[in-house]
């Protein structure tokens, strides 16, 4: 009986370390330390800073009507180096959607009065345990002009 206790305990402990382990606030603060520098860069145009949180093949996508304009890492930072010290004039917010110990995936608005740009980041870590953006999908979401809100109508 004895034994059967030791061996529960042990077990119990293993898996008290396993769950630890998967929620590692190192990590956590590590990618959402990206996060938080890539709203920095947006708002004030920093091009070298971008250039160190994107991983080397990333790529933004755009869609644009019935396609998708891809721009890569090094046209994004010249660009971004060509406005260097613009402030941008928005409000920023981020939601994490998914996240496990080597993907994350968030999504970050940028509020321009009644225009959102939405960001969503693919943020990967790598061989050197660096979190790196690898993919940035845009997307405006403008108001929808004569709205109206809408109810809903009971019968009962």
């Known amino acids: 009986m004895k034994r059967k206790f030791v061996l529960f305990c042990l077990l119990c402990t293993f898996a008290a370390k396993s769950l630890i382990a998967k929620n590692d606030p190192g ?5 959402n330390t990206v996060i938080n520098d890539y709203i920095s860069c947006h708002m004030s145009a920093d091009g070298k800073k971008l250039n160190r949180l994107l991983h080397d093949d990333a790529s933004f996508k755009i869609p644009r009507g019935e396609k998708v304009m891809v721009q890569n890492k090094s046209n994004l930072v010249a660009q971004m180096r060509r ?7 928005c409000a920023s917010d981020y939601e994490l ?5 080597a993907l994350v995936i968030a999504r970050v608005d940028f509020t321009y009065g009644s225009t959102t740009q ?3 980041l693919i943020i990967e870590k790598n061989a050197d345990k660096e979190w790196k953006i690898t993919q940035v999908c ?4 403008d108001p929808q002009k004569n709205s109206s809100p809408v109810t ?3 019968p009962l």
């Open 118 to 120: 939405s960001n969503y």
């Open 97 to 101: 959607l998914a996240e496990s110990d």
């Open 152 to 154: 809903a109508n009971n």
């Open 138 to 141: 845009k997307f405006f979401k």
């Open 83 to 89: 406005e260097a010290g613009i402030q941008q004039n």
């Open 27 to 31: 990590n956590t603060a590590a990618y």
